[in-house]
Nanobody
Framework: VQLQASGGGLVQPGGSLRLSCLGS????????IGWFRQAPGKEREGVSC????????YYTDSVKGQFAISRDIAKNTVYLQMNNLKPEDTAIYYC?????????????????WGQGTLVTVSS
């Protein structure tokens, strides 16, 4: 039972990436899923969250209008579409859930975490 994050890579400034968070061994449907990131030398930061019961979406101010979170129930996957990427978006991105239906997902050990996927924005 785990979350599997993927889709990171090296992209030039202004480019786009789509991250995926796949539920392995359990259904994500009904649970809030959060995306977090941690840049070198910085604390982990909550980026976005999608509710399980209401489907509401939330974004930290720095990515509003730039990132979009969505859910594909059939594929048991939550996506984070990242557009107009900037060097300051460089980080390891993680998805997590505490298996509750509403956001936010607590950024602590009580939540279940995927392994992280590295996003590097550089020319």
């Amino acid at each position: 039972v785990q979350l599997q994050a993927s889709g990171g890579g090296l992209v030039q400034p202004g480019g786009s990436l789509r991250l995926s968070c796949l539920g392995s061994g359990f259904r994500l449907e009904g649970y809030a899923i959060g995306w977090f990131r941690q840049a070198p030398g910085k604390e982990r930061e909550g980026v976005s969250c999608i509710g399980g019961s209401d489907g509401n979406t939330y974004y930290t101010d720095s990515v509003k209008g730039q990132f979009a979170i969505s859910r594909d129930i059939a594929k048991n996957t939550v996506y984070l579409q990242m557009n107009n990427l900037k060097p300051e978006d460089t980080a390891i991105y993680y998805c997590a859930t505490d298996r509750f239906p509403v956001c936010p997902v607590p950024p602590d050990d009580g939540s279940e975490w995927g392994q992280g996927t590295l996003v590097t924005v550089s020319s």
